[in-house]
């Protein structure tokens, strides 16, 4: 193998100007990138804690929820997602998780690593349980935590979560869902749903850059947090007892996050002041922009997306009732070198699209439509692309096809 020339340290980071029209990280705003470069103030500056409680108050209404715990985990939605587990669920407890994808997947592996027992149903990537499935599976396990995904971005599908809270509480249980790839391009109604507690990330349809995931928790799943506060000792006064089974993780314990961002603004790590200003912002803009009037951009530019593939003669994966707004599965026609695509895509038009994982991975394509890239000169550009690149990797794409079925979506 040969060792790539090394380039020299001393040179400025300097990436290539990139549309990002992948599953996501997809370029920020660049209002979010402004508001990252804004100065530091100190950890408990009352502009940094006024700043905080307005992060609290902007993802209630991103989540629609009144939940008073709403905060950040500093990490990307994967921290998120653990946080939430890990500080629901004890050891022994039984979650069921039904698994639409592979970030189903991920969540059976921490919720494992929890100490849970964990139960699975599947469905077929490329579909959506119905609730009848899932409140079956609900009255075999008993769990105390129903664990699932909205947006799976492995598939594209967006499974509804309307029916399950009802279900979940019926039963016991908390629902929980990771909304990283569906929030801000999908409709999410918290509270009207019954989700207990989501977690979620920025770098999809909230338009910026990966790094911080948003938590919000219902009253009942604060419960369990409270159920095993244990505070650290050299912070903790003569009021603080240890109850329950402690949180296994220290960084991602809630229950302590919870009092670091409620009014005793108990110390626990140092808030990531510019992750924050970013994830402000990016709930700023939606706020401003409306949440269904974001989900509707979404919606029309996935439309005009999908319209432009499948005028390009490509086929859509996947069951096309339940596909997210903000991400299409393209299936890599026969003969045609998928890798090659994107690396032409990359290479010739500065595009990135992605392909997928498991038993996805080589056979579709990725092409979002989300967040600061949802927007009609996007759309076209990529399409544009993807038609000459199609062309020169031996498929037969009528010219100006995509282009113009975009435009007919947006007319
Ligand atoms: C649905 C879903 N959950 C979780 C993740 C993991 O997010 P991160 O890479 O920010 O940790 C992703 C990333 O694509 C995702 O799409």
Redesign the pocket.
């Given at each position: 193998m040969t060792t790539p020339p090394r380039r020299p340290a001393s040179a400025p980071v300097n990436p290539p100007p990139r549309l990002l029209m992948g599953?996501?990280?997809v370029n920020a705003d660049p209002r979010v990138l402004r508001a990252m470069s804004a100065p530091l103030v100190g950890q408990y500056d009352p502009v940094m804690t006024g700043y905080m409680d307005e992060t609290s108050q902007l993802y209630r209404e991103v989540l629609r929820t009144s939940n008073e715990a709403t905060v950040l985990v500093d990490?990307?939605?994967?921290?998120?997602?653990e946080a939430a587990l890990v500080s629901l669920l004890s050891p022994g407890d039984r979650v069921l998780v039904p698994v639409l994808?592979?970030?189903g997947h991920?969540l059976r592996e921490i919720a494992e690593r929890c100490g849970a027992q964990v139960h699975t149903i599947e469905t077929a990537w490329g579909t959506v349980f119905e609730p009848e499935q899932v409140e079956a599976a609900v009255r075999r396990v008993r769990p105390h935590v129903v664990a699932l995904?909205?947006?799976?971005?492995?598939t594209t599908m967006n499974q509804p979560l309307e029916a399950l809270g009802e279900i979940a509480h019926a039963h016991g249980a908390l629902l929980y869902a990771?909304?990283?790839?569906?929030l801000g391009g999908n409709t999410f109604a918290m509270d009207d749903w019954g989700v207990d507690v989501a977690s979620a990330?920025?770098?999809?349809c909230l338009g910026g850059p990966?790094?911080s995931?948003p938590v919000s928790l219902s009253p009942a799943a604060v419960a369990v947090l409270d159920a095993r506060r244990h505070v650290e000792h050299g912070i903790r006064d003569e009021h603080d007892e240890d109850h329950g089974v402690r949180i296994a993780s220290n960084y991602l314990d809630l229950a302590m996050i919870l009092d670091y961002w409620g009014p005793r603004r108990l110390n626990h790590h140092t808030e990531a002041t510019s992750m924050l200003y970013a994830a402000r912002e990016c709930a700023r803009l939606l706020v401003d922009e409306g949440m269904d009037a974001a989900v509707e951009r979404h919606r029309l530019h996935g439309a005009a997306m999908l319209a432009g593939v499948q005028a390009l003669g490509l086929r859509v994966f996947g069951d096309l009732a339940h596909r997210m707004n903000n991400v299409v599965a393209v299936e890599i026609p026969d003969g045609v070198d998928g890798d090659g695509v994107r690396a032409a895509m990359l290479e010739d038009y500065g595009i990135e699209i992605g392909t997928s994982f498991g038993p996805l991975h080589g056979r579709v394509w990725r092409i979002g439509t989300m967040g600061h890239n949802a927007r009609r000169d996007a759309v076209l550009t990529t399409l544009a692309a993807l038609e000459q690149v199609l062309r020169s990797a031996g498929a037969a794409p009528v010219a100006g096809s995509g282009v113009g079925a975009a435009r007919e979506v947006y007319a």
């Open positions: 599953p996501g990280p990490g990307t939605s994967r921290a998120g997602i994808g592979r970030f991920l995904v909205q947006g799976d971005t492995s990771d909304v990283t790839a569906s990330g920025l770098q999809k990966s790094g995931a």
